[in-house]
């Protein structure tokens, strides 16, 4: 857990420098509060749900997977690109992130730009930064960076996916990637999965006990911090907060879009380790207003305001 004091001046400095998100209209008396606010997104490939998400102002983009498209009704390619279009229209000038299917690098461009083309003024591509040469051995493992980089030469936005340590991060921003997406839901997932018991937290991630790795069994996939500096629970939120301190070491701009939400109390510790943007699944939106004490004090207050009536 992050002590609310434990920010570093740097972090607030990477914040301000950042680009105005809730704008004033020219001529506005009353100025936003929040103008360098971290941009929420809905992660959902359903209009239904994205909607009435925006018209409340809830959300100011969108993620989707072909997961999400799926799950949305979307049985062909033609189908998901219809419904792909139709986001990118209610959301317009707002991002919408749109994910790659293709995996070989030429296939992987021609595909960006054709997703691109749907709504140049706010299509995202996302590319996955690595993990090619799981679906073949003879891919190339730089895959991901070549296309995030061959897009950013023809300037097209993208959201470089499959983020689960900090030099994945940084070697996507050197890219040229606009967004760096840690899923840390998942990272938290893989250690309560693989952690072997009798050893400290975090060791599925980092082990290293013998420096020289005479017995070749170091694992040193994420740093020290983020594997076993603290609760499994929290590891994903550690490592936001390490790559938002590498990029405010160097002045790196790739915004931090937080991704992989499991639970509602989680969007605090996101905004704590300085993530830029937090997609959520839309059953969590919904529930930001909640709260029981909200409840029995809407209930108090109208009842008191009866006396009011008429």
């Not at 998901?80 to 690098?105: D, G, Q």
């Not at 021609?110 to 691109?116: C, F, I, K, N, S």
């Not at 340590?165 to 997932?189: C, E, H, I, K």
Request: net charge negative.
């Amino acid at each position: 857990m992050f002590e609310v004091n434990d920010l570093h001046a740097v972090l607030i400095h990477r914040r301000r420098e950042m680009e105005i998100v809730n704008g004033s209209p020219a001529g506005k008396a009353l100025p936003h509060p929040a103008a360098r606010g971290p941009r929420i997104f809905a992660d959902t490939a359903d209009i239904n749900e994205i909607a009435p998400l925006y018209e409340a102002g809830i959300i100011n983009g969108v993620t989707t997977n072909p997961t999400l498209l799926k799950k949305a009704g979307a049985k062909s390619w033609k189908e998901a690109k219809a419904m792909l279009t139709a986001i990118l229209r209610l959301m317009k000038p707002n991002p919408v992130s749109l994910e790659l299917t293709e995996t070989t690098i030429a296939e992987m461009v021609d595909q960006a730009q054709e997703l691109y083309a749907l709504g140049a003024e706010n299509a995202v591509i996302k590319v996955a930064i690595g993990g090619y040469p799981a679906l073949d051995p003879a891919k190339d493992p730089f895959t991901g960076l070549k296309v995030l980089r061959k897009l950013w030469e023809r300037d097209i936005r993208t959201n470089a996916t499959l983020i689960f340590n900090s030099t994945q991060a940084f070697w996507a921003a050197n890219a040229g990637a606009t967004y760096v997406s840690p899923f840390m839901g998942r990272l938290a997932d893989y250690m309560y999965k693989n952690d072997q018991p009798e050893l400290p937290v975090g060791n599925s991630l980092y082990w290293i006990i013998d420096h020289k790795n005479s017995q070749g069994d170091q694992r040193t996939h994420n740093s020290e911090y983020v594997a076993v500096g603290g609760a499994r629970k929290d590891s994903g939120i550690r490592l936001i907060r390490e790559i938002a301190a590498i990029f405010a070491n160097y002045d790196i701009h790739s915004e931090i879009l937080a991704a992989s939400v499991r639970n509602a109390s989680q969007l605090t510790e996101v905004f704590l380790a300085g993530a830029d943007i937090v997609t959520v699944p839309a059953q969590i939106l919904r529930t930001v207003a909640d709260h029981p004490l909200s409840d029995a004090g809407m209930v108090s207050f109208d009842n008191d305001a009866k006396v009011f009536a008429g």
